[in-house]
Nanobody
């Protein structure tokens, strides 16, 4: 089992920045992909970004390209999401997820094996 704990959410004005962190513990081993999803009220969960173990492969949703940056520190089993130029439509609960095995980054939530509890991000206009 892998446990994931997110942090860094909060309330920010439009145009502001937040940095989310997600620390993995337990049987972390050599986790392949770490990623972020989000779910706004009344909407389905959607993919935000993912990063491979080496960091050489990155994937972003079109809605966040150029504004969000994903990174990971394997020594700390932690993935980060730097969110800049935030918009009210970025308001959602952000979930961290890990894919234990694989070779290709996925935008499908079904590809991920473990999930965090989520952290709320609220962007005011």
């Amino acid at each position: 089992q892998v446990q994931l704990v997110e942090s860094g959410g909060g309330l920010v004005q439009a145009g502001g920045s937040l940095r989310l962190s997600c620390a993995a513990s337990g049987r972390t081993g050599s986790l392949y992909a770490m990623g972020w999803f989000r779910q706004a009220p009344g909407k389905e969960r959607q993919f935000v970004s993912a990063i491979s173990r080496s960091g050489s492969s990155l994937l972003y949703a079109d809605s966040v390209k150029g504004r969000f940056t994903i990174s990971r520190d394997n020594a700390k089993n932690t993935v980060y999401l730097q969110m800049n130029s935030l918009k009210p439509e970025d308001t959602a609960i952000y979930y961290c997820a890990v894919q234990r095995w694989g070779g290709v980054l996925s935008t499908r939530d079904g590809s991920y094996d473990f999930w965090g509890q989520g952290t709320q991000v609220t962007v005011s206009s």
